[in-house]
């Protein structure tokens, strides 16, 4: 991070260099329209790179806060402080509502639904005489800190740039959170997000909420820099450009929001004095070459420039689990042999095809039970039943007495039962250690705000050391810092049911935990779970492979074609002619 603060003291200084070396007024003011731009581009970020969130109307959210201030200080003569905190909670206001409907889109209809709202925006401060229609508001005053009047660009610089910087460390300070941990799960593992008890929801229309607001302050600042406002800045063409200095820079990485601002903001002002000498007519040809460029990039480097600069930067360190902690507050341990899962006639039907008949089984405390039978035979789906990401067509499931087969999974891990998936679902691009405290999101408290501000220390550092006390738990200690993509699928598996350990659960369900492992995996997973049978957890087990199962689990419940077809103990179920039929097609 040294190289990057070395700039950042670099850019303060810039305006107060003596001459020769003074900078003139032309290249202020471009690096003003860099850090506006950087602070929208900023929160593109957080909702686009890190959320999966695609959004074309930021722009309108940008007019929102200049109008807001640019209204309430010429109508008025409220403070222009005073205004940015109107505009904010104004902005907020109106990022609820359309966040609320917006952010429950998914695909394409995700990006468009943000052009609509923010052509809506456009056309609504054109169109509203209080506003001055497409002329706009005028007279705008000039902001004021400490008594020093920041009417000139060279002034309000800095400024500027310590909001970007301020941008620059809330986002960071929130992605190394507990809430940072779940918005980064938002991009491809909503399902295992939820399973682990984070709001999705919610957690969408947070960091929309949050990139709106960061948009605002843009326009706070670009109204009092230019001193007038008109609906032209706060188009959809604006929006696109943002959208497209996010991903310019690396949509998916903090420190290139602000260069992918500052190559297009660069680029497009020397295109439009070059392109019109060498054509020989006006005209806005500058898009052109935008659209050249971005299907280059694209093609070339989808990651956008930031990747191929921080090669020249040494890599921060990773989020480090302390060495020691107050411990967390763990589950009472049920009675042994108390009934934890009771499954009562459950039927799941997909318009005319059963999935599975009227299944019944119970899970009893301290067992290990597994669930198993050939592929397709409606196990994952019975799993599915149990951990709420199906609801039942019919009969009940009960949990320690109380049923839950109405309850969603954020509501089921809440209870006290955590779970692996068939196909395993990890960030990839986290260390081990950050995947593993994903698992315990609901035994933290604090939110977005007091992680923005880093007043979550004491509350991350026992989440943080409860995860690493999970991941020696199953062995993978000298993988706790290593990036979760770069395991062997063997490990990755581990790494979830670490995880899934993390929820302090009373029941462990596991979904074909030993699907494509080696048989030495099989026997060191095999290891594991008896291990956590001895410390008292109870497992459910979804599994195919007999042999895995045969040595390990208390009893056996097996499913052909959706129907429970056998249980009973290991040697009762190995010798059931139904079994035996199921697995081998018959004997002879």
Not at 72 to 86: I, M, N, R, Y
Not at 142 to 169: C, D, E, F, T
Not at 194 to 213: D, H, L, S
Not at 361 to 372: R, S, T, Y
Request: hydrophobic content about 50%; glycine content about 10%.
């Amino acid at each position: 991070m040294k190289p990057l603060w070395c700039f950042l003291i670099v850019l303060f200084v810039l305006p107060v260099l003596p001459h020769p070396l003074h900078v003139s007024e032309y290249w202020i003011t471009l690096l003003n329209y860099i850090g506006l731009y950087s602070i929208v581009a900023l929160g593109l970020v957080l909702l686009t790179g890190v959320g999966g969130m695609t959004s074309f109307g930021q722009a309108a959210f940008v007019g929102v806060g200049a109008y807001a201030t640019a209204y309430l200080t010429t109508q008025f003569g409220l403070s222009p402080w005073l205004a940015l905190l109107v505009g904010i909670a104004l902005t907020v206001l109106v990022a609820l509502v359309i966040g609320a409907v917006t952010m429950r889109l998914s695909g394409h209809f995700l990006p468009l639904g943000t052009i609509a709202w923010g052509l809506s925006l456009y056309y609504l401060f054109g169109n509203l005489e209080a506003l001055g229609k497409y002329d706009g508001i005028n007279g705008i005053p000039a902001l004021s800190v400490l008594g020093i009047s920041l009417q000139s660009g060279r002034s309000i610089y800095y400024l500027i740039w310590i909001v970007v910087l301020v941008a620059v460390v809330s986002i960071q300070n929130l992605l190394n959170s507990r809430p940072g941990r779940a918005i980064r799960s938002l991009r491809g593992a909503s399902v295992m997000a939820e399973a682990m008890g984070v709001n999705t929801a919610w957690m969408r229309v947070v960091i929309f909420v949050y990139a709106a607001v960061l948009a605002a302050i843009s326009g706070f600042l670009y109204a009092h820099l230019q001193r007038a406002v008109n609906p032209t800045p706060f188009g959809l063409n604006h929006g696109i450009e943002y959208l497209f200095m996010a991903v310019v820079g690396g949509v998916g990485h903090v420190w290139g929001a602000i260069l992918g601002a500052a190559i297009l903001t660069i680029v497009q002002d020397y295109l439009q004095s070059l392109l019109p000498m060498l054509l020989g007519e006006s005209g806005n040809f500058e898009i052109i070459v935008f659209g050249i460029l971005m299907v280059a990039l694209l093609q070339y480097a989808r990651r956008g420039v930031w990747p191929f600069v921080a090669r020249w930067f040494p890599r921060g360190p990773h989020v480090q689990a302390p060495e020691q902690a107050e411990p967390l507050p763990r589950r009472a341990k049920p009675a042994a042999g108390e009934a934890l899962l009771v499954v009562d006639g459950v039927r799941k039907q997909f318009g005319g095809l059963v999935a599975v008949n009227d299944v019944s089984f119970e899970v009893n405390a301290g067992q290990i039970v597994a669930l198993i039978g050939p592929n397709g035979a409606g196990k994952s789906t019975t799993f599915n039943l149990v951990t709420g990401v199906l609801q039942a067509t019919r009969g009940r499931i009960h949990f320690r007495g109380e049923r839950i087969d109405a309850l969603s999974s954020r509501e089921i891990v809440k209870r006290g039962i955590g779970r692996t998936f068939q196909h395993v679902k990890l960030l990839p691009s986290m260390t081990v250690l950050e995947n593993v405290a994903i698992g315990a999101h609901l035994r933290g408290s604090n939110g977005v705000w007091r992680s923005v501000a880093r007043l979550n220390a004491a509350e991350e550092a026992r989440l943080m050391f409860d995860a690493a006390e999970q991941i020696r738990r199953v062995g993978l200690e000298q993988h706790m810092y290593d990036e979760a993509g770069s395991l062997a699928l063997g490990q990755q598996r581990i790494m979830e049911i670490a995880r899934a350990l993390c929820c302090d659960p009373t029941l462990l369900l596991l979904d074909e935990p030993a699907a494509g492992l080696r048989y030495r995996e099989k026997q060191q997973l095999a290891d594991l779970l008896r291990k956590l049978q001895a410390d008292g957890m109870s497992v459910l087990l979804v599994e195919h492979d007999m042999d895995f199962v045969m040595n390990l689990a208390d009893r056996l419940v097996v499913m052909e074609f959706g129907t429970r077809i056998a249980q009973g103990l290991p040697e009762e179920v190995q010798n059931d002619p139904a079994v035996v039929e199921a697995y081998l097609g018959g004997v002879e």
